[in-house]
């Protein structure tokens, strides 16, 4: 792996750093290929916001981008990481005044995703684990993420990803992926104002099914509507689209609209 | 400061570690006074219960103390921090097999916590940013902690704390501290199964009051609880307690089980 912490090659960060202290900042995961970054506007538009609602100062978008491309040159293809924190203070919540923001920019090896996942879909589980509700953290990325560790750490032998629910219920989203389920001929994915990650390939996906003019709708889904489903998938930057094909003993076929979807979105993620 | 990191003298840790990634660790802070740690063996207990929450598979209490007790020789009085993550470990909410945890042990120098505010109070504040609810987190000491940081951020130049409240109203606890108050002599703070930290002073506190014969009770309370209490106050293992004597309109005087209680803990904390 290969890191820039703030625009210099290093592999380490203060200890008194309040991402390390108090997981007090933001992360971007994206695919890069190329050498270049995929969807990367709307990756440094959630990030930006991101800091604005945690009120960190962020650097200017061409420094990461400008460090992106440092690191990805001659790269055919690899997962770009990029953290952005509070920075370096004493210890307390409050931030000491002179603090500056951290930044690191990672590349590390693209993982392996077999084709296979993406052609013929993956089985999921319902975790224990609730995703909690605040709607001061809700919709960014920041790295307080305890609760999918947690919830990652339950998963079954031969299942790729699970499914977390808050206290009320509501299907929030996957540990590292965004949930939308098919159901009469409507595309329904969770409101995530309460709990969640409003993932980048999300939006996408919402953008390109309205393009096809599929009914779609942000909505507050449960476990019956899942399991009900006519079809279901899961979304991210690196993986793109996997089909559902079981959860629990339900079983899904390889929906219609589902494959619609992953053409539509096709050019934005890294195909084998 | 001075810091032991995994026993060796240091000021950085990996980029990769999980406690800079995902807040995936805990922490302890405690009173050090002549070279010795203030209550011990109950912030060892929360730690080791903390870690078998999250799954940590922490070292032996033994090189915790042993670190302590190198840091702390010769010192008068500092706070002393400890830190206990999953470790350095590749990308991906699962963490490596061979992942071991990373412990920091740090010494920082004693703050600024001026006399008056014990003998005489502070003022203190409800604040808008809420705790969340999650039985999996509830109690522990975790490193994710984006809304304590949030919330200390709202607090007015007067007030030297912030109270925070869950989804359903439910106060919960101080950014920092726990709270108490006392209604018709009965001494109550809140339960914390689904927010909150509990805290080492807490368990202390609610000891000696039962010493005390006081009726003591954990129970929910609400923000008009808190408004119509007789008296209220505010522990952790640094200040050791603070009357409160305003909230928001609010004047409490300087109560009598208050001070009682103050004088019952006096023995464990960094007294001026």
């Given at each position: 792996?290969?890191?820039?912490?703030?625009?210099?090659?290093?592999?380490?960060?203060?200890?008194?750093?309040?991402?390390?202290?108090?997981?007090?900042?933001?992360?971007?995961?994206?695919?890069?290929?190329?050498?270049?970054?995929?969807?990367?506007?709307?990756?440094?538009?959630?990030?930006?916001?991101?800091?604005?609602?945690?009120?960190?100062?962020?650097?200017?978008?061409?420094?990461?981008?400008?460090?992106?491309?440092?690191?990805?040159?001659?790269v055919e293809r690899a997962v770009l990481k990029i953290i952005l924190?509070?920075?370096?203070?004493?210890?307390?919540y409050a931030p000491d005044k002179q603090a500056q923001p951290t930044?690191?920019?990672?590349?590390?090896?693209?993982?392996?995703?077999?084709?296979?996942?993406?052609?013929?879909?993956?089985?999921?589980?319902?975790?224990?684990?609730?995703?909690?509700?605040?709607?001061?953290?809700?919709?960014?990325?920041?790295?307080?993420?305890?609760?999918?560790?947690?919830?990652?750490?339950?998963?079954?032998?031969?299942?790729?990803?699970?499914?977390?629910?808050?206290?009320?219920?509501?299907?929030?989203?996957?540990?590292?992926?965004?949930?939308?389920?098919?159901?009469?001929?409507?595309?329904?994915?969770?409101?995530?104002?309460?709990?969640?990650?409003?993932?980048?390939?999300?939006?996408?996906?919402?953008?390109?099914?309205?393009?096809?003019?599929?009914?779609?709708?942000?909505?507050?889904?449960?476990?019956?509507?899942?399991?009900?489903?006519?079809?279901?998938?899961?979304?991210?930057?690196?993986i793109g689209l996997w089909p559902v094909r079981r959860i629990e003993?339900?079983?899904?076929?390889?929906?219609?609209?589902?494959?619609?979807?992953?053409?539509?979105?096709?050019?934005?993620?890294?195909?084998?």
């Amino acid at each position: 792996m290969t890191t820039l912490i703030n625009g210099e090659p290093g592999d380490s960060i203060s200890v008194l750093d309040r991402g390390f202290q108090y997981g007090d900042g933001l992360f971007e995961t994206m695919a890069l290929v190329k050498g270049a970054p995929l969807l990367w506007d709307r990756h440094m538009q959630r990030l930006f916001h991101g800091a604005a609602r945690l009120g960190i100062d962020a650097p200017p978008e061409s420094l990461f981008r400008h460090e992106a491309e440092q690191l990805g040159r001659g790269v055919e293809r690899a997962v770009l990481k990029i953290i952005l924190t509070r920075g370096v203070s004493g210890r307390g919540y409050a931030p000491d005044k002179q603090a500056q923001p951290t930044r690191t920019v990672s590349l590390s090896p693209w993982p392996d995703y077999p084709v296979a996942q993406r052609a013929h879909g993956v089985a999921a589980q319902f975790c224990r684990t609730m995703i909690s509700r605040n709607q001061a953290t809700a919709g960014i990325k920041h790295l307080n993420r305890i609760e999918q560790v947690l919830a990652r750490a339950e998963l079954e032998q031969d299942c790729r990803e699970g499914l977390m629910c808050d206290e009320f219920g509501r299907v929030i989203e996957g540990t590292m992926t965004n949930l939308f389920i098919v159901s009469r001929d409507s595309l329904l994915t969770p409101d995530l104002s309460h709990s969640g990650v409003e993932g980048v390939m999300r939006g996408l996906v919402l953008e390109r099914a309205v393009e096809l003019s599929l009914e779609t709708r942000v909505t507050d889904i449960d476990k019956s509507d899942v399991l009900q489903a006519d079809e279901v998938f899961l979304t991210n930057c690196l993986i793109g689209l996997w089909p559902v094909r079981r959860i629990e003993a339900k079983q899904y076929p390889l929906g219609r609209i589902t494959q619609r979807i992953q053409e539509a979105i096709a050019d934005a993620y890294a195909a084998d």
